[in-house]
């Protein structure tokens, strides 16, 4: 089992910024791939970015692309997502999981394990 914490959410103005973080547990993480989920009230949960196990390679979503970044290090067992140009329709909760053994960049829900709790993200306009 895999134990993640999110960190870094908060309320910012439209054109802000703000970085999250993921820390996780135990000592197999450079094994999964992380990606970071977002998830607004009565809206289904949302993929948002993924970075591979070894880190070389990113995917994100189309409404993120240019504006999100995810790194990781590995070494500290933590993955971060560097969000810019933040807009309304970004305010969510925006949670890290990892993904399941041989995924490298997963993009649904159901190729990830665990999941963290969550830091909420509010954009105001």
């Known amino acids: 089992q895999v134990q993640l914490v999110e960190s870094g959410g908060g309320v910012v103005q439209a054109g802000g910024s703000l970085r999250l973080s993921c820390a996780a547990s135990?000592?197999?993480?450079?094994?999964?791939?992380m990606g970071w989920f977002r998830q607004a009230p009565g809206k289904e949960r949302e993929f948002v970015a993924v970075i591979s196990p070894s880190g070389r390679a990113t995917a994100y979503a189309d409404s993120v692309k240019g504006r999100f970044t995810i790194s990781r290090d590995n070494a500290k067992n933590t993955v971060f997502q560097q969000m810019n140009s933040l807009v309304p329709e970004d305010t969510a909760d925006y949670s890290c999981?990892?993904?399941?053994?041989?995924?490298?960049?997963?993009?649904?829900?159901?190729?990830?394990?665990?999941w963290g709790q969550g830091t909420q993200v509010t954009v105001s306009s």
């Open positions: 135990g000592r197999t993480f450079g094994n999964y791939a």
């Open positions: 999981a990892t993904g399941r053994q041989y995924f490298s960049l997963p993009s649904r829900p159901n190729e990830y394990a665990s």
